[in-house]
């Protein structure tokens, strides 16, 4: 039965689009036809598991192209099969649901400076049609982290990571600062690869594009105080954890 090799987990407003096409185009990697599958969160008590393994069926194309690749390099033929879900990380459920079908499994996780990702969220939000103003979110989910599709609580990081921690050995799990892929995406692709035991391939000049990016605005300054002072605890949790400062 196939089964996936690798998920990216998150975090929602990261970046995982982006990653998932920039993986999706290595001829060693096979990712689901669908991103977001939501087999471990939303799917889990509707399908069978059988719904979720056909999803990493590899086509003979797939295949085929993968194999001419690792000949040129003189390797065996070796396919890893993913999918990326962003709610993985912040649902409370997921990790013990993982475990029980797939403990071997690897995990590439993105990590954004959590302000900016409230802000990206809350826009995503205004897009759906939310019309309450972003200072009024603010002051509900400093009370209440689970407001609002967790705008707040998507961003407490520490909490979710050591969920999964308790569940998975760190040597599992590839962290990726969002900022740090933006300013050199090609790094970042090439530890992926790494991580994932393909062949890393060389990109000289390539030009990357950012999926579904929105367009730049300014968070206003008072809800970003407030954030920044919100998250400060909780961030050097996380930089004690894994050793990625968002509070610099």
């Not at 089964?3 to 001829?27: E, N, V």
């Not at 939501?38 to 086509?59: E, G, L, T």
């Not at 995406?185 to 393909?198: C, D, M, P």
């Amino acid at each position: 039965m196939p089964k996936p090799d690798f998920i990216i987990i998150g975090a929602q407003k990261c970046g995982t689009t982006s990653l998932w096409h920039y993986l999706k185009s290595h001829p060693q990697i096979r990712m689901a036809p669908t991103k977001e599958l939501h087999y471990f969160d939303r799917m889990y008590s509707r399908v069978k598991p059988q719904w979720y393994m056909n999803q990493f069926k590899v086509p003979d194309r797939k295949r085929f192209k993968a194999l001419e690749f690792v000949t040129e390099y003189n390797e065996p033929l070796h396919i890893m099969k993913g999918e990326a879900t962003p709610l993985y990380l912040y649902h409370p459920k997921v990790p013990n649901r993982v475990k029980k079908h797939l403990p071997n499994c690897k995990f590439i996780t993105l990590l954004r400076n959590p302000v900016d990702r409230a802000w990206s969220h809350y826009k995503m939000l205004k897009h759906r049609r939310v019309k309450i103003p972003f200072e009024k979110v603010v002051d509900q989910s400093i009370s209440d982290t689970s407001l609002y599709d967790g705008i707040l609580g998507r961003g407490i990081y520490i909490d979710q990571l050591q969920r999964w921690f308790e569940h998975f050995n760190r040597e599992q799990f590839l962290i990726i600062k969002t900022e740090e892929m933006n300013v050199n995406t090609e790094a970042a692709i090439q530890n992926s690869e790494e991580f994932l035991g393909v062949i890393k391939r060389s990109r000289p000049n390539k030009k990357f594009v950012k999926h579904f990016e929105s367009r730049p605005s300014t968070i206003p300054e008072s809800c970003k105080s407030k954030l920044i002072e919100f998250y400060k605890s909780y961030n050097k949790q996380l930089n004690d954890l894994i050793g990625i400062n968002f509070n610099a």
